[in-house]
């Protein structure tokens, strides 16, 4: 029998987890209150150990950020270890690339496991071991069925299940078998292994569930060395069991897995402690499907430019989007920990995004759509250099110079021909405040054949520099612009929401159905201040009056709106409380009726 190590989790140090982003968790849930009770009892002698087992057949996203940050902060709370385990016992659809990535995205979300990478494939041989184990104590038996037939037998909920003609072998005969599976005596999907519990269980997991197949498929790590190999079930809790796991904390949809996990576990004699499963509610997210499987159909059909893609919810759209880890790590510990699922509006997401990058990102000017300014009354020849704030939340931040001149680009949207009703921008006659500049007031335009103004000739105050004036007046709006001889061009990026569906897939439809198909639209014709030119691939910065932008990670010309400056998630909290309002409103005055009806009877 081939054993791992009986006492010490593999590769766990002794001195804890890292916990850079774990500190900002400060709620307590039922999961935490059951680690406190563990240790309060001496169970697992007082040693907290989790682990984040992804499957390294694609990228993470947002949903896994909530089980990141679960399990990290956890193990760190409690002066633990938490590992990061790849799950990588299918290799149809596994790769290196993964694994890199997704150590990757666990970094930049700001953790650190507690030592290096584990693998489910280096339990291979033991795995393998303990299945003998099992078939010879008559548990599991070879069945020759194809999958088609094994799914049909298996039966369904209030739907009897019928038993394999070959689950009586003998163990001796099973045994054969899966060695002869093992040393490629079979072709692929000719035989499996399979374990002999219940095939009249109400938990369909019992059901005999498959512990092996063949598949001739090379492996990452094990390359050809193995042409069978575990199911995710089989391998899953007795990789915790190996690694020293005592907290294994995973989503609700494998609640019923548990009694499968403890039941092959308490089959073997282990010279391990039993990890205690305990399941939580998933992220669910509004617009947001929580599937790879969605998403690499995603990227294989071209919908989207690759799991990078900005308007990706995985954590490499996220970041190349411009959303801060902080931002992220904060919008789950908002979320919490429940026992049932629930869905979560994006808009939150989105605020908490927001209010970092308001706090800590620089402004500049940007216009996304120009028209010319051209001032008439502009000193020949001269120059000015004006001072703007780079960050009213950040005094530290300090303040630049723009260059400001006779020429400028301003926002199509902030003149109007005929402006209507309400309408304070920019219009013939009109005066405007200049973001740290001047007071401008229109006095032409030229057009284009269609009517459609192409340069506005407008005269400026020089007394208003900053915004101030000697008799005082105000402006009721101020615009945002760049010099026309110093304007950096680039490329801008707008995205909708990528589904328009607020639940994708929901009640068995397909979620590309509800793919946006103008979730994205590219302006190459924008105007940037100069110090644009100078911005640090993945920096965020604020474009007045237009949003949050980030600077693309392979290409500084371009930039991906992060987020929009309109706090979306406050209007939907005021429709809330004013509907809730609303509702006791009508209590009081049902009751008021209900109590005249009574004093009138």
């Known amino acids: 029998m081939h054993w791992v190590s009986t006492e010490t989790p593999v590769d766990a ?200 197949r063949i598949k001739r498929v090379p492996h990452h790590r094990t390359d050809d060395q193995w042409i069978i190999y575990p199911t995710y079930d089989w391998a899953h809790g007795q990789s915790d069991a190996i690694e020293g796991v005592t ?117 500049r000017m940007a216009v996304l759509r120009p028209l010319k300014v051209v001032i008439t009354n502009w000193p020949e020849g001269e120059e000015r250099q004006l001072e703007a704030i780079n960050n009213p939340e950040d005094h530290s931040a300090g303040t630049r110079t723009v260059s400001f001149g006779p020429e400028l680009w301003i926002e199509q949207d902030d003149f109007k021909l005929e402006p209507p009703p309400k309408y304070y921008r920019l219009s013939i006659g009109r005066e405007v405040r200049l973001r740290a500049g001047f007071y401008i007031t229109a006095t032409d335009v030229d057009t284009d054949p269609d009517g459609n103004p192409t340069t506005v000739y407008c005269t400026y105050d020089p007394e208003s520099e900053g915004g101030s004036t000697p008799d005082g007046r105000k402006v009721k709006a101020t615009i945002h612009w760049v010099s026309a001889q110093h304007a950096v061009g680039g490329t801008v990026n707008l995205y909708d929401r990528l589904f328009s569906d607020p639940h994708p897939g929901e009640g068995g439809t397909d979620p590309l159905d509800s793919v946006n198909p103008d979730s994205r639209e590219t302006l190459t014709n924008v105007r940037l201040e100069a110090a644009l030119a100078d911005v640090a691939p993945g920096q965020v910065v604020q474009f007045e009056r237009l949003g949050y932008f980030a600077v693309d990670l392979d290409d500084p010309s371009v930039f991906h709106r992060t987020v929009g400056l309109r706090d979306e998630w406050a209007n939907i909290q005021k429709r809330q409380n004013k509907a809730q309002n609303k509702g006791k409103h009508s209590n009081k005055d049902s009751n008021k009726g209900a109590n005249k009806d009574a004093a009138t009877n």
């Not at 059951?34 to 057949?57: C, H, L, M, W, Y």
């Not at 005969?173 to 490629?184: C, Q, T, V, W």
């Not at 079979?186 to 005999?208: H, P």
């Not at 690759?306 to 759209?317: E, H, K, V, Y």
């Open 247 to 363: 907290h294994s904390l995973c989503t609700l949809e494998f609640t019923d897995n548990r009694t499968l996990y403890d039941w092959y576990l308490s089959q073997l004699d282990l010279p391990y402690e039993q990890p205690e499963q305990t399941e939580y509610a998933r992220l669910g997210l509004t617009y947001t499907p929580m599937s790879k499987r969605v998403f690499a159909r995603l990227v294989n059909d071209g919908l989207v430019d690759g799991w990078d893609d900005p308007r990706m919810p995985t954590l490499r759209g996220l970041r190349r989007r411009g959303y801060p880890p902080s931002a992220i790590r904060a919008f789950v510990n908002k979320v919490g920990i429940a026992r049932t699922n629930s869905t979560t509006e994006i808009e939150l997401l989105e605020s908490f995004v927001r209010t970092e990058l308001n706090r800590t990102s620089l402004r």
């Open 13 to 212: 140090p002794d001195d804890g987890v890292e916990a850079q982003a774990s500190t900002e968790s400060t709620s307590t849930d039922f999961i935490r209150e059951k680690v406190i009770a563990d240790n309060a009892s001496g169970r697992f002698s007082q040693r907290v150990q989790t682990r984040f087992p992804p499957e390294p057949n694609g990228y993470l996203h947002i949903g896994h950020a909530k089980a990141i940050n679960l399990n990290f902060s956890v193990a760190a709370e409690f002066g633990g270890t938490c590992n990061l385990r790849f799950d990588d016992t299918n290799p149809e659809g596994e790769d290196q690339e993964y694994i890199d990535g997704i150590q990757e995205d666990l970094a930049w979300l700001g953790y650190t496991p507690s030592g290096p990478a584990l693998y489910a494939s280096d339990y291979f041989q033991q795995l393998y071991d303990w299945a003998e184990e099992l078939i010879g104590k008559g548990l599991a038996y070879v069945d020759d069925q194809d999958a088609e037939t094994i799914s049909t037998q298996r039966g369904g909920f209030g739907k009897p299940g019928i038993e394999s003609p070959y689950r009586d072998r003998s163990p001796e005969e099973n045994l054969g078998l899966f060695r002869g599976m093992r040393d490629g005596q079979f072709a692929d999907g000719e035989k499996v292994l399979r374990a002999k519990i219940d095939m009249q269980s109400e938990n369909m997991q019992l059901r005999d569930p498959i512990m092996y």
